[in-house]
């Protein structure tokens, strides 16, 4: 069986979800919690919108605008988790 890119990425993308949730469940700490979730969430989304929505390509205004919403919000959570 021979996978290709995008298997690849799928494949990565539920590892990334599968560490999310053991993460959720085993550490204690909500703050090294959300920022690590927060992150892994932006990667995932940088990736979706790259590999799976195909904007790799596309207009580099629409890119911008779903790049820069994938990385506000994620941190939005990171700065919420300070305080």
């Known amino acids: 069986m021979k996978f290709g890119k995008l298997e690849i990425f799928w494949l990565g993308l539920i590892g ?3 560490l999310n949730t053991f993460v959720g469940e085993n ?3 909500t703050v090294l919690v959300s920022v690590l979730i927060a992150l892994t969430v932006m990667y995932k989304g940088l990736v979706v919108i790259d ?3 195909e904007l790799k390509g596309g207009h580099k205004n629409l890119r911008f605008l779903m790049r820069a919403y994938l ?3 994620p941190s939005l959570i990171v700065v919420s988790a300070f305080f």
């Open 16 to 18: 990334i979800t599968l």
């Open 27 to 29: 550490f204690s700490s």
């Open 51 to 53: 590999h799976f929505m």
């Open 71 to 73: 990385i506000l919000f």
